[in-house]
Structure formats: structure tokens, C-alpha cells
């Protein structure tokens, strides 16, 4: 009883360990940006610079005004971009007009 409790244990905590499941969704940033352009009619809409301890990245932002859907992919220096978020609804925020106020 006690090798299946201690195999079941250790089976458990190696799955809780692994790597997320959101490596599967990396690859070459030109393929990305390209699968994101023809098959979602996905584009750069936004994106900066995040400095990590190890590593500098760029977070991108894709979106389309025409389906509504954006994807959010971090690419780092090699030349590999990650999706790390997907969805639906996109919206752009308009900046209010300055009021144009009187001359001083």
C-alpha cells in the first residue's frame, strides 16, 4: 500500500512541476506574425519593451478591427515569440480631442 501511495505521490508532483502547456504555442516570430496576419487579419496594434531579470522582451499586441479578435505574443531575443493570450471583443480606447480652450 505504501509503494502505491508513495508512486502516486510522485507521479502527481512530477505532473505539477512540468513545464505549462503554453510552450506549445511558441515558434518563429515570422511564422507567428504571419499566420497572425492571413488567418486572423491580425495587426500590430500595440506593443513595449519588458525588462526581465535574465532577458530583455518584447510584448506585442495583434488585433483586428475587422473580427474583433487580438492576441498577445512575447518575443524574446532569439527570434521566438510566445501566445500568451487570445480573445474576442478587442476594443482601441480613442483619446479625448483637446479642448481647444482661448489663446493666451
Not at 37 to 58: H, M
Not at 61 to 86: K, M, P, R, Y
Amino acid at each position: 500500500m505504501f509503494k502505491r501511495l508513495l508512486g502516486v505521490s510522485l507521479l502527481f508532483g512530477m505532473a505539477a512541476t512540468a513545464p505549462p502547456a503554453l510552450a506549445a504555442s511558441c515558434g518563429d516570430r515570422e511564422v507567428m506574425t504571419e499566420k497572425l496576419a492571413s488567418g486572423y487579419s491580425e495587426r500590430l496594434t500595440a506593443g513595449g519593451l519588458q525588462k526581465g531579470r535574465t532577458e530583455a522582451t518584447v510584448i506585442e499586441v495583434w488585433a483586428s478591427d475587422e473580427t474583433g479578435t487580438f492576441t498577445v505574443l512575447v518575443t524574446h531575443a532569439n527570434g521566438i515569440s510566445c501566445v500568451v493570450a487570445t480573445g474576442s471583443s478587442f476594443f482601441h480606447i480613442a483619446d479625448k480631442a483637446p479642448d481647444p480652450g482661448t489663446p493666451s
